[in-house]
C-alpha cells in the first residue's frame, strides 16, 4: 500500500493513516512509501517499507553491509543530525500527550555516532558463528566488524573468530575499560580451553555460568577524574564518552546549588555520587544490585570519598527523610513506581534530577509529578546513536 509518513514515534516507527492508524517501519517523516502491512493490532497496525517513492533529504545509505538484517541497530539510513532531531520530536511528543506538560528542549548532548560501545552481547549459533541476532530472530548474523562497537572490542572479536568458538558456548558478553573483560555463558564445553582461547583474543578477565573466574574481575574506567572499578554483573553507561559528558552538564548545575543533602536512588556503582561529592554535603546512594553496591563502596575507598555512603536496599524500601535537597533518578526502563513517586513528594526536596532511558515513563512520571514539581530543564541524550533508544535528562524543582 502506499503511504505517507508523518510524524516520529518512539521504537523506530513513524506513524500514517490510511483507513485506520498504521506503525511504519523504515520510512522518515515526510517520505512517501511502499509498504506492506506484517502484523495487526487492536487499534493499530504495523508495516514495513518495500519501497520508497518519494525518499527524504535526510535518508542516506547505511555504512554498514548487514544493515536491515543484523538486529543492533536501526537508524543507519537517517543523517546523524535528523536522527537526533526525531528523538526531539519523540520526547517532545511523549511529555506533551502523556506528560499532559508543554515545555521546550535545551540542546540535546550528543557524542561521535560511531565506535562509542563499551560492551557488546555476542551470540554464537550451533556451529559457531558469532554476531548479533537477526531482528525478531534467534538466527545470528556474522559479521567482519561492528561500527558501533569499540575499535578493542572489535579487535577481540576478529581474534576469536579466526581461533575459533568451541560448540556448546552461547553467549560471550565483553566489557572494555583499562582491560578486557568476557562473561561465558553455554554448557558442555571444555572451560580450559575456551579460557586459552579468549586470553589469545585479548580478554584479561573471564566469568563462567558455574562462577569459575579467571583473572582480572572489574574494568576500570575514568569517571571524569575519578577511578571507577566496575564488575561484569553491575550496569554501566556503554557510551562511556557521553557519559562523561552528562556528568559535566549535571556536576555543573550541582556545584551552582550546593545541596546540603542529595539522596541518589538506583545509584549503581556511583556513577553520580563520586563525581558529585566534591559539591555536597552527603551523599547516599541506594542500590538493589549486590554487586554495584560492592563496586560502589570500593570506589569510595579507592577515590578516598568521605562524604558518600551506598545503602544496599530497593528503592522502593528506602525513604529519603525531610531533610533531603536533592534526589537524583536514573530508573529502569519501567521508570518510577507508585511507591518511590510517594516518597519522593513526602520527602520533598527542592531539586529532581531524573535520568531515564524510556521517554514514555519518563512523561508519564512528569505528569503524575506535575501538582509538585516543574521541568527546570529537559534535554535529549543521544546515547545510543544508529538506534531508536533515547536517554532523557530532566531537571524539576519543587513548585512552592
Not at 535518508?59 to 536491515?68: E, S
Request: charged residues 25%; contains cysteine; hydrophobic residues 40%.
Amino acid at each position: 500500500m502506499r503511504l505517507e509518513a508523518l510524524i516520529p514515534l518512539y521504537g523506530g516507527y513513524t506513524l500514517s493513516r490510511d483507513d485506520g492508524v498504521i506503525f511504519i517501519r523504515g520510512a522518515l517523516p515526510g517520505e512517501v512509501v511502499e509498504a506492506d502491512v506484517v502484523e495487526k493490532k487492536k487499534d493499530y497496525s504495523v508495516a514495513s517499507v518495500t519501497e520508497v517513492l518519494e525518499p527524504s533529504p535526510d535518508r542516506i545509505v547505511p555504512a554498514c553491509p548487514v544493515f536491515g538484517i543484523c538486529g543492533g541497530c536501526h537508524y543507519q539510513y537517517i543523517a546523524c543530525n535528523r536522527q537526533v532531531s526525531m528523538k526531539e520530536e519523540v520526547v517532545l511528543d511523549c511529555i506533551e500527550r502523556i506528560g499532559k506538560t508543554e515545555l521546550s528542549l535545551d540542546p540535546s548532548l550528543i557524542s561521535s555516532p560511531w565506535h562509542y560501545r563499551k560492551r557488546a552481547q555476542f551470540k554464537v549459533s550451533a556451529d559457531g558463528r558469532i554476531g548479533f541476532y537477526r531482528t525478531l530472530s534467534h538466527e545470528v548474523v556474522e559479521f567482519e566488524k561492528c561500527l558501533l562497537l569499540s575499535p578493542e572490542i572489535n579487535t577481540f572479536l576478529e581474534k576469536i573468530k579466526s581461533a575459533g568458538v568451541l560448540p556448546g558456548i552461547k553467549e560471550i558478553h565483553v566489557q572494555s575499560g583499562d582491560v578486557l573483560l568476557a562473561s561465558v555463558k553455554g554448557d558442555r564445553f571444555d572451560t580450559g580451553i575456551a579460557a586459552e582461547r579468549l586470553r589469545d583474543a585479548g580478554i584479561s578477565g573471564i566469568s563462567f555460568e558455574n562462577g569459575t573466574v579467571e583473572g582480572a574481575e572489574q574494568i576500570c574506567l575514568d569517571l571524569n577524574g575519578y577511578h571507577y572499578m566496575v564488575s561484569p554483573k553491575s550496569f554501566f553507561q556503554v557510551n562511556w564518552g557521553l557519559n562523561q559528558k552528562l556528568l559535566s552538564v549535571i556536576v555543573s548545575f550541582v556545584s551552582s546549588i550546593r545541596p546540603e543533602k542529595v539522596i541518589d536512588l538506583y545509584c549503581g556503582a556511583g556513577n553520580f555520587s563520586i563525581p558529585l561529592s566534591p559539591f555536597a554535603g552527603e551523599i547516599v546512594g541506594v542500590e538493589e544490585n549486590p554487586v554495584s553496591f560492592r563496586d560502589g563502596k570500593e570506589n569510595i575507598e579507592l577515590n578516598r570519598i568521605g562524604n558518600v555512603r551506598f545503602v544496599n536496599r530497593r528503592v522502593e524500601d528506602f525513604e529519603p527523610g525531610r531533610d533531603t535537597d536533592m534526589i537524583i533518578l536514573d530508573p529502569p526502563r519501567a521508570g518510577l513506581t507508585k511507591k518511590v513517586l510517594r516518597g519522593i513528594t513526602e520527602a520533598s526536596p527542592t531539586w529532581l534530577v531524573y535520568i531515564s532511558c524510556n521517554p514514555s515513563t519518563f512523561a508519564r512520571d512528569i505528569g503524575r509529578l506535575k501538582e509538585h514539581y516543574v521541568p527546570d530543564s529537559v534535554r535529549v541524550v543521544d546515547m545510543f546513536p544508529q538506534t531508536y533508544h533515547i536517554e532523557v535528562l530532566g531537571i524539576l524543582k519543587k513548585t512552592s
